[in-house]
Each structure stands twice: as C-alpha cells, then as structure tokens.
C-alpha cells in the first residue's frame, strides 16, 4: 500500500506548543479576565495579532505568508476555573491563562522592543496581567547579565556563606558628605557589608558623588584596618542619559566601589548599559522604586516575578532591592520567595542575581528571612539599624549576631526567637536590646 501523505492543518494566529519550536519564540503567560460570553480564542488572535503583524483593521501588505513568519502565535487558553460542559449562569466573569509566542525573528537583542511585543498594546486593553516570560537560549545567549552575581560579590567581600547585610543611610535625604560618612562608618563598622545611598539621593547640588565617595572610600579603609572586614559602598548614580554613565565613571575614578541604579525609572536597558560596559568594572545593586506601578495591580501590568526578579537579572544586576512580607510594605510571602527564585535558578547563560529583601527589617525578622530564603541573601535594613537604642553600630551588631545565630542554630532560634535572645542575652546584648524594643515584627521606627 502507498505511504498517505497527510496534511498538517495549523491556522496562522493558533499552534499546539508542539507545534512550534520553543527555541525560535519568546513565551508569554498571562492571566486574562473576560465576559462570560466572550471568545477566549479569538481574544487571544487579536492579542497575538496586535503584538505582532497585524493592526485593527486587515492591510494588503498583511499577507498569509508574512504572518506565517513574523505573527505570535497563541499555544494555550486555559479557564479557570475549567468548565467542561456548561458555565453557571451566576458567573458574571471568567479567567483565563493564555500563552502567547512571540517569534525571535522579531526581535532585536534589547529588553525595550520585546516588552513592546510581549505587553505593548495589549497592556491597555483591560484585565489583563504579564505574569512570566520563557526566554530562549538563541535569543538569551545575547545578553551577558549581571557581571559580579551572587559569587562575585561574595569574593569581593571575602563573605563566602553567611547572608550578607546591607544598610541605607538615614535620613534619606538631605545629608551632607560629612554626615554620611560618619553615619557609613558606624553601620560598617557594626557589621554591614554594604552600605548604600538611599533612593532619594543622588548626585545632589549639596551632596555631590564627586565629593562623597572619596571620604566613604576612606571609611571603608578605616574599617578594614580596625575589623579585618570588606564594605562595599554603592553610590546611587541615578541621573539622566548620558549623565548616568559619566556618573558611573566618576565613582570609578574617584576609588568607588560599587554602584546603585533606581533601574525601573532609568530603564532597563540603561542598567544593562552599564552592566555590559567593559569599562565599568564594579557591581550593580538594582533599587526597587516605582515597581508597584508595574506589578501592584492583581489583574493589569506585570508581575513581580518578572519586574524585579528575571527582567532585572537580564539587565544585568548583580544585587536587587525587593519588599520582604515581614516589614512596611504589603506583600506576599509567597511572591518574595518567588523572586528569589528568579535571580538565582538557572537561567542559560546567566549568572545569579543577589536577593534583597528589605522595606522595615528589624532583627528579630532575620530567622525568618533565613527560613524563608537560605543563606544567599542580603538583607536590607535602614532604620531598623540607624534607629537602634545604641545607636547604628549596635544596630548592626544586633542584624551579624541574628545572622550568627541562624547560621548556627537555625532550627531551634525559630521555635520562639524572642525566648531564645533572651535565654542567650550575655552573648548577645545589642541583640537583646533590639528585641526589647521591636520584637519580631514592629517596625514602628
């Protein structure tokens, strides 16, 4: 009998996830809410169509085979939850997780015109919400991520297990050169490994980069001379193109030894700037400012998972600055360990991003931070340091003698945290202190 040839039947707009080749596509997993009597399959075309090579009405130009080549493709629709055989009349509205691919051939090696493809348009048509994005290696491989990671930072610190501590210097802004270098050496000299500008400041008319990293840098010496300790200080060098860079090279130049970028209102592709530049040859620690905009919203924009988690980690930061559920912000626990998750599986060819959980951590959140995320981490903490009864080098002795303790003694510090302080008080007195004032959870400081 003769072999039967067979015809494959695949529309333009619509594929089997097998149908396609997840290497040549870049894969977006929304969650889309719709009318109950709504088309969830022609709602995916348009938005697929939309994204790609087509336009509110049909263009000559839009031919079968342009769109067989350049058009997205929609691999999955999915209600939840997953109605078989009828929808209740009561339902009013129904959601959905699509899955949406978006060829590479679209694509340039840049994070900007693949947002534009992924969550462009589409972004302003109602409930709908990015929550991940599936990268592929051909398209990834182009992009060289954080240049320092998690090992990297860890070597420049001579720290290689113990969760990491950072402080911002307090008040936020409104500090001159002198005050910050006194308020630099007191967290550094307590015990932080980094220490950073707050978001608020940059290079300010009554605070220049030029004349603040230099008396840093010197507290930083005097630090090592009297712990044996590293510090790094990341000089926050927000600013507009091309100041950023120069800003950059001028913390370089004047003996810095580390860099902040508030990386959502500068954009992505200007930290990526800065990462991939040879020239720049210090770490980037990544602040989380405006990213509620983006990800706050449980039906519209883009998940956190991806704000300050992947995209971050793509742009290159080597550290990023993130809410913890424990403090001032409101926000999942399930969605901070998420974006740990993110920085640091294997993601191709890059290297992992350090977490940063922060946002009114006092020390008694420590253990519970450890439990929650391990042990590469830094932890962040502004007031909860500054605002100690002793003072900030107390402050910070009270975060290492937390971190000491979960290092040594995790499981039974968390069976009660405040019982264990106390029983152990001797060994730990700026600890105690801080306990007393703020036990696990107050951050009223």
Same mark, same amino acid.
């Given at each position: ?252 130049? @004047? ?5 902040? #970028? ?5 954009? &992505?592709? !200007?930290?990526?700037?800065?990462? $991939? %530049? ?117 402050? @910070? ?5 937390? #971190? ?5 003694? &995790?499981? !039974?510090?968390?069976?009660?945290? $405040? %019982? ?26």
């Amino acid at each position: 009998m003769d072999d039967k040839v067979f015809t494959q039947y695949d529309p333009l707009e619509e594929a089997l996830q097998e149908g396609i080749d997840p290497e040549k596509y870049i894969i977006g997993t929304y969650m889309v809410q719709l009318g109950p009597r709504m088309d969830p399959w022609f709602i995916g075309r348009a938005a697929a169509c939309e994204q790609s090579t087509g336009t509110w009405v049909p263009v000559p130009a839009n031919t079968p085979e342009l769109r067989a080549t350049y058009g997205a493709k929609v691999i999955g629709v999915y209600e939840i939850p997953n109605w078989e055989f009828e929808v209740p009349n009561e339902v009013k509205e129904r959601s959905y997780i699509y899955q949406i691919a978006f060829p590479i051939i679209n694509q340039t090696d840049q994070i900007a015109l693949m947002l534009t493809a992924t969550i462009g348009n589409i972004s302003m048509g109602g409930k709908l919400k990015l929550l991940d994005l599936r990268f592929p290696k051909p398209w990834i491989k182009k992009f060289k991520g954080p240049k320092f990671g998690i090992e990297g930072v860890r070597k420049l610190l001579k720290v290689p297990d113990r969760p990491l501590l950072n402080n911002m210097i307090k008040p936020c802004s409104g500090w001159t050169p002198e005050v910050g270098t006194q308020l630099f050496y007191a967290a550094a000299k307590g015990g932080c490994d980094i220490v950073k500008d707050d978001e608020l400041i940059a290079d300010m008319e009554y605070n220049r980069i030029v004349d603040r990293v230099p008396m840093m840098m010197e507290a930083v010496d005097k630090v090592k001379d009297e712990t044996g300790e590293e510090t790094l200080y990341t000089v926050n060098i927000t600013d507009k193109l091309p100041k950023l860079h120069e800003n950059a090279l001028a913390v370089q130049d @004047a003996g810095g030894n580390a860099l902040m #970028i508030n990386y959502l209102v500068v954009g &992505l592709e !200007a930290m990526r700037w800065l990462a $991939e %530049d040879p020239e720049i040859k210090l770490p980037i620690l990544a602040h989380m400012d405006f990213a509620g905009v983006w990800y706050e919203s449980p039906i519209s924009g883009v998940s956190s998972f991806l704000t300050m988690g992947k995209l971050a980690r793509l742009a290159g930061a080597d550290i990023v600055v993130y809410p913890a559920p424990y403090g001032k912000a409101p926000f999942l626990k399930e969605k901070y360990q998420s974006i740990a998750r993110a920085l640091r599986y294997r993601l191709h060819n890059l290297k992992s991003s350090l977490p940063m959980p922060s946002g009114g951590i006092t020390p008694g959140m420590v253990i519970r931070v450890m439990q929650d995320l391990g042990n590469d981490i830094m932890i962040g903490s502004g007031g909860g340091i500054h605002a100690h009864p002793d003072g900030p080098i107390a402050g @910070a002795k009270a975060f290492r003698q937390a #971190i000491d303790i979960g290092m040594k003694d &995790l499981t !039974a510090a968390s069976e009660d945290f $405040e %019982d264990y302080v106390e029983d152990h008080e001797d060994e730990y007195p700026e600890l105690a202190k801080a306990m007393k004032k703020w036990g696990v959870s107050d951050t009223r400081f």
